[in-house]
């Protein structure tokens, strides 16, 4: 089992940014695909974006907000999210996940397809 730590989250106002970070808590080869879904209070988790890679020569990504931006340093073995224009809704637990195979784009947004999970790192947005 794969242990996902994520940080990088905390309070901000309406309009700033903030970057989330993932990375397995030990060392640990994640060779398909890295996501973040959030879940805000008395809502059910929702998808934010994915990273695949080892389909093609280039990573693919997929993200539900323009405002948000994932990316992954492979050296690193960590993904990061970009969180740019913050709004108070999107106030949130934010949770990375990981696979350890490639799957299609359209099921990267389900969060069934993801065998490991993080604590989640909160994420608060002031107005």
């Known amino acids: 089992q794969v242990q996902l730590v994520e940080s990088g989250g905390g309070l901000v106002q309406a309009g700033e940014s903030l970057r989330l970070s993932c990375a397995p808590s030990?060392?640990?080869?994640?060779?398909?695909?890295m996501a973040w879904f959030r879940q805000a209070p008395g809502k059910g988790r929702e998808f934010v974006a994915a990273?695949?890679?080892?389909?093609?020569?280039?990573d693919d990504v997929v993200s539900e907000e323009a405002r948000f931006t994932i990316s992954r340093d492979a050296a690193k073995n960590t993904a990061y999210l970009h969180m740019n224009s913050l709004k108070p809704e999107d106030t949130a637990t934010y949770y990375c996940?990981?696979?350890?195979?490639?799957?299609?784009?359209?099921?990267?947004?389900?969060?069934?397809?993801?065998?490991?999970w993080g604590q989640g790192t909160q994420v608060t947005v002031s107005s």
């Open positions: 990273i695949r890679w080892g389909i093609r020569a280039s």
């Open positions: 030990e060392r640990a080869s994640i060779n398909g695909a």
């Open positions: 996940a990981a696979r350890l195979m490639a799957i299609s784009i359209p099921s990267l947004k389900k969060d069934e397809m993801y065998h490991h």
